[in-house]
């Protein structure tokens, strides 16, 4: 029979527990190797993004990018004076909360502007294109409480180092389980401050983010079409069709 675990106090619901990643996932293909200035041109960024900036990609649907990110987020943005983020298009609606906010903390009129400027807005693209921007991205923020899913494997698949904090994170984990399964916990968060200074050295430190890179790429095939999940799946859809 299938071992269930008895819930939590927070689940009303039977919780389950695999051991797996719980998701087969096919390693996307490496896109067209870009340099940061031709994929700029490409993709018109050459004015809002500087070729030296330390470049952080959060393109996440903007429904993810709940006020409570909103620390790390702009707490990011003022401890990387260089630092810039891509998001999508989508999360221009969140502008006048992130004003509001960098308001509260006491920031003046003209440093806000300047803040966020630095957020830069792309609209929906091809995958290829995604891909591109993450090979050349120096980080990648995982949001809370809502986590990142398809994107952190295409992060990984392309060695990018991924910033996560998991006791934030109320919707999948699944960050956490990939280094996990990478064995790599170097880029795990403990609270919101070591958040924003892991995620400003990947920016501000290459010799630091080489390192993380090099140690992704040696282990991110664990993640990928792991016939385990499959087998697990199979153990537990059995259990529940035989009422075990």
Known sequence: TYTY???PPEYSEQLVLFDSLTTYFI???RPRQW???ALWTELDLAKKVPLDA???ACLQHSKKLHAAFDISLLGLLRADS???VLLLEGAKTHLPRWHHAL???GVDHDEIARI???L???PRMPQEQLLALLQISDAFLDTYPWGAGVTSFEAFALCLPVVTLPSAITVLQLSLGQYRQMGVMDLVANNTKHYIDLAARLGKEPLYREAMRRRICSAKGRLFEDGAVVAEWESFLRAVGSGA
Do not use: C, I, K, W
Request: glycine fraction near 8%.
């Open 103 to 105: 308001t509260g903390q």
């Open 35 to 37: 340099s940061r200035r």
């Open 116 to 118: 966020l400027a630095r």
């Open 82 to 84: 260089d630092g810039v």
């Open 27 to 29: 390693e996307p293909a």
């Open 54 to 56: 330390h470049v952080y």
């Open 120 to 122: 830069v807005f792309m």
């Open 5 to 7: 675990n008895l819930p």
